[in-house]
């Protein structure tokens, strides 16, 4: 009365028997099984023929497929079951019983076992299972997300840690690697650049997405653009310094001198002689002597220092004749760098 196989192709002999049963189906296996049964389970249910169908996972989480087919399946009025057991879902002790009559193993059984008590076994086994508590309950409606991290500007590789809670989903993902998630949650991360995490969250109904933009704290430099007033031109004018290599700039004795700067990231700012400054502000002067600036700009991490030097001419040949001795000089220097550097490559 009671036969029993064990093929070395599961699934496929699943199929096979699947469009040969006549009033009942009854497998147990994990979702790759469910979805390689779908179309076949459809059939046997346009047929008047009685489905049960006990789907095993490791974890919670039900992809967008199972979902839409388990809706079709029960739709049609099959029996769909969803549980969550590591232990049979890694031992791979998956089965089907057709018409009461025929089983089908993917593991092969104790030796001692008799076809009726193997029978009788997996039969018992799935009665345990199939109870109204572990029916598969489609989700729809409204979904919740909450999704957030600590911090959202991190310093390069800092840690921070991103959490999420979601209600009423059946497939949570959070993208950049992460991959499906439980419902509830949270998980330690770094990053080298600005990133955006993206969680997903979807039911047999709807699909939502909610982000976390998370930013690498860059301090600023200090940048001060220095500007004179051309009394030709009736305006203020940027100027930079001598050389690449210099904070050194040439104006006018008695020439009406304008500094300004913009500093976004916080911190404390300050010059030796002008005191506390605003990250954002300006300066104007008349140079009547040269005249030294020291920029400090302090961070949590960081200190940054900014020397500004103005020399002031009385005439333009004064003025030429500085310049020059100034680029005369840096290019000295700046050959003495290229041939060290040459020297030591060279090593």
Do not use: C
């Not at 974890?59 to 029960?74: D, H, Q, R």
């Not at 999420?164 to 949570?172: L, P, R, Y």
């Not at 009547?288 to 030097?309: A, D, G, R």
């Amino acid at each position: 009365m009671f036969r029993h196989f064990t093929p070395s192709e599961f699934n496929s002999e699943i199929e096979k028997e699947i469009k040969r049963s006549s009033h009942l189906i009854q497998i147990l296996s994990d979702e790759f099984g469910f979805l390689r049964s779908g179309m076949n389970l459809i059939e046997s249910l346009n047929n008047q023929i009685s489905v049960e169908f006990i789907i095993v996972s490791p974890n919670e989480n039900k992809s967008m497929k199972l979902v839409n087919l388990a809706k079709n399946l029960i739709d049609n009025n099959a029996t769909v079951y969803f549980i969550k057991s590591n232990d049979i879902y890694k031992s791979k002790d998956f089965f089907g019983i057709f018409d009461k009559s025929y089983l089908i193993t993917k593991q092969k059984p104790n030796i001692s076992y008799t076809n009726e008590e193997l029978f009788r076994d997996r039969h018992s086994l799935f009665e345990s299972i199939s109870i109204e508590s572990n029916k598969l309950n489609l989700l729809s409606g409204n979904i919740g997300i909450s999704f957030k991290a600590d911090k959202t500007v991190v310093n390069n590789n800092e840690n921070f840690k991103i959490s999420w809670s979601v209600k009423n989903s059946h497939e949570i993902t959070i993208n950049n690697g992460i991959g499906l998630v439980e419902k509830e949650g949270s998980l330690i991360r770094s990053i080298e650049n600005d990133t955006k995490f993206d969680l997903t969250a979807k039911n047999k109904d709807y699909k939502i997405k909610k982000s976390i933009y998370v930013k690498i704290y860059v301090e600023d430099d200090i940048n001060i653009l220095v500007n004179v007033y051309d009394n030709i031109l009736k305006k203020f004018i940027e100027i930079t310094p001598l050389s690449e290599f210099s904070d050194h700039y040439a104006v006018f004795k008695n020439q009406k001198i304008f500094l300004k700067w913009d500093i976004n990231t916080d911190g404390k700012f300050s010059e030796t002689n002008l005191g506390d400054l605003s990250l954002k502000g300006n300066h104007e002067f008349i140079l009547s002597e040269q005249k030294e600036f020291i920029f400090t700009y302090l961070t949590i991490n960081n200190k940054k220092v900014k020397k500004i030097i103005l020399h002031g001419f009385d005439d333009k040949k004064d003025f030429n004749r500085f310049n020059l001795e100034q680029v005369s000089e840096q290019n000295f220097f700046y050959r003495i760098v290229k041939k060290l550097n040459r020297l030591i490559n060279n090593k």
